[in-house]
């Protein structure tokens, strides 16, 4: 049992946003939860924009989280909204938004080394922590997710920006 | 790869009119965890368009039966021409959607979900005879507790939006 992938989904929007604050909501996301954020790819061309995210979460010494949140932002154009009496200026264009999580074991590649004890993490892997893998830490980083795939929706003021967890 | 048989097909409703698109997703994403499903959503999509927001959404939700099965119910949620209105109840407001919004359920039964009877031929074969002499009869009952928890949940968005009472 290697790295366990955790499908959250993508959240696709086609409309009026503000761009730096659909970015700097994730961003603020991921490091209220406290996983330390890096920047892997940042493209700006005229109206287009591409930003991902890559953060890990240290759970203890055997397992590690982490989290994939691609944005990107195409045919975007600046417009002025009034909103409250106020004129603001926002970004009208599409979004896609994908998330996704992984759930590393052995982090720090302890059972590697030799065969024996490849197939002793093997036997952790499979028998004694096979329950807390599955129901604990992979459901936990999926829930965990779905509350940042939430806030996005939020963020883009869409209308079911709800959970039932 | 495991086995997927659909138990209910297309169960649709249909509405034009005020209802809480924010509601109704929350009474659907409570119907499912309440019954202890996971849950996840396979598409999310909004537009604003000239004659009012258009959204699509795509939810599936899983529970796993026994080792061997598992139930899957997906739903879908589609509204055109959504507008925001604020109605009047008692001394609040209260915002809410006005448009036109189709809900489309289905549901399914997942065998063998971690591919342990694909390994070997005989494997294989073996998996058949039991699918076929056993598993038909039991089954049954679970393919009955799946159709339920869709009817159920149709009613409960059919009461939601008042389209009929059960």
Redesign the interface.
Known sequence: MGDITV??????????MDVNNVISAVESWLKDHDYSVSETKRSHKSDEREIKLEADKKIHEYVKVEAVVELKFRDLQDVELLRHGQKVRVQDGYCDIFIEGTVKLDPYKRFKGSDFLQKLGDFVNDYILKKDINNTWK?KHYYEL?DL?KTV?GV?E???????? | MCEKSSVVKDLNVEFEGVFSMKGLYKLIDDYFDRLGYDKKEKKTFEAQKKDGKYMEIELEYSFKLNDYTKAIHEVKLKGTGLRQVDIKRGDRKVRMNKGKLKVSTGAKIETDTSSKWEGKPVYYFLRTLWNKYVWSNMSKSFEKEIKGTANHLVAEVKAYLNLGKY
């Open positions: 499908e959250v989904g993508s959240v696709k929007y086609r409309g009026t459901n779905l795939h929706k883009l869409f209308e079911t920006p709800v959970s039932a967890k």
